[in-house]
């Protein structure tokens, strides 16, 4: 007599093989992405072929920004002043780093002031959503927990982003100036301010926009905003430097490496020259440049932007310490204690603070001032 699979037996396999599904697809994803980064990095010559669909993205894109500027697309007004930062390039520019840096300066001032964003590899059907420093980033994404965590700050997130702001006014009415994480290319919100970073050590690669470069926007769209350069601290010192209008700079200044969790298994870094370099930002690159300039050998782990870690991620990861990014340790550390094979592991986060030169917070202050918020 033939035995039939029960029903739960048959649901079980379907959602084992739905999850495999899945996973090959995040998995080649992944690969895709980082392979295009790296064709980014080194300007490979066969990006041109992609040369047509960059001219179809920038025709779509001038068309869209167009419509909103003219009020053909209906664009949203804050109740509040809006300073948007963000970048006309795909991948890390040192953003978050620097809306810690300016949250936390602001709050020293005593301005009220509050952050949105999209809350990019969060739960978007829990959305609007105000962070708090219990919310996971698989709620609401790994940036958005990292700002409330530096700076105690109120956060919202939501893709859309009328709805974040309302839930900010109506969590924190006294709210006098709402910063947008990374909305520069969101024209249905209307700005009063925009700081574009500019990663100088990167560059704009071939100066295309994408797929064949990694531009979201032309170069000429940084007349239209206030541009912080961000450099080495060793390459240019903008206080110093003989100008009549000194650039607006900023450097990330790397700190103490630190444990993930206190009682993890302890390989301290500064007893070895080699480790793991684990990272999920948008331009690792700059990570591992960090790494080799305190002196260790890396040993090179990228992984896509807002990565969702698993343990297979890092278990085989025994020989060396391994170090990661603040950004990136908000998902490893629940991830760690809930894991026993990775509880074997030597993690250590290596912190970094925006500097931003003394030119920034003059001009930052002036332009509050000009929208009537004066300290």
Known sequence: MTTLPSKNNANQTTHAAK????????????????????????????LW?????????????????KLYKTGVLSSYKAPVPVLVVGNITVGGSGKTPLIIALVNYLQQQGIIVAVISRGYGGDESAMPQVVTVDSKPSDVGDEPCLIVRETQAVVAVCPNRQQAIASIMQYQPATELIIADDGLQHYKLQRDLEWIVVDCARGFGNKQLLPTGFLREPIRRLRQGTVIYHQSPTKFNADSAPSAEPKLTMHLQPGKLTPLLAHQAAINPATV???????????PQRFFN?????????????MPDHHQFTAQDLASLTEYPVVITSKDAVKIAPLMASSPELQQLSIWVLPVQAVLSQPCYRTLMSQLASLGINR
């Not at 697809?25 to 990095?41: C, I, R």
């Not at 020259?273 to 331009?283: L, T």
């Not at 960090?290 to 990228?302: D, M, N, Q, R, W």
């Open 273 to 283: 020259n080699q480790v793991y370099a684990v990272s999920g930002i948008g331009y």
């Open 19 to 46: 999850a495999q599904a899945e996973s090959r697809a995040e998995n080649s994803a992944s690969n895709l992405e980082l392979g295009l980064v790296n064709a980014w990095q080194k300007q490979a010559w066969w």
């Open 290 to 302: 960090t790494l080799s300039a305190l002196g260790y050998e890396v040993i090179e782990k990228p």
């Open 49 to 65: 072929l992609l040369w047509p669909f960059s001219g179809l993205y920038g025709a779509v894109t001038y068309l869209r920004r």
